[in-house]
Nanobody
């Protein structure tokens, strides 16, 4: 069994910052990549940022220069530092992990989501 637990969401004013964290736990052999997706009301879930085991990152164009993804491999944890937040960043943010479980092969796992609201 693998679990992803997110934390760090909340309400912030435009221009403010938030830091999201996601910890993967359970029967994990190794993690290939971790990332953050978001889904706003009435919209499809979209990739925000992703980082693989080599530290290679990719970002959605809408967050480049404002968001930074990082990873602590020893702790199976991924972070998303979000600066200069805008109202259009409001969404539920989901953590994702592409990993090999012990005895279960390679699969995608998702966290439960954390709400980020940017509003004055």
């Amino acid at each position: 069994q693998v679990q992803l637990v997110e934390s760090g969401g909340g309400l912030v004013q435009p221009g403010g910052s938030l830091r999201l964290s996601c910890v993967a736990s359970g029967s994990i052999f190794s993690i290939y990549a971790m990332g953050w997706y978001r889904q706003a009301p009435g919209k499809q879930r979209e990739l925000v940022a992703r980082i693989n085991s080599l530290g290679i990152t990719n970002y959605a164009d809408s967050v480049k220069g404002r968001f930074t993804i990082s990873r602590d491999n020893a702790k199976n944890t991924v972070y998303l530092q979000m600066n200069s937040l805008k109202p259009e960043d409001t969404a539920v943010y989901y953590c994702n992990a592409d990993l090999w479980g012990r005895g279960t092969g390679r699969n995608d796992y998702w966290g439960q989501g954390t709400q980020v609201t940017v509003s004055s």
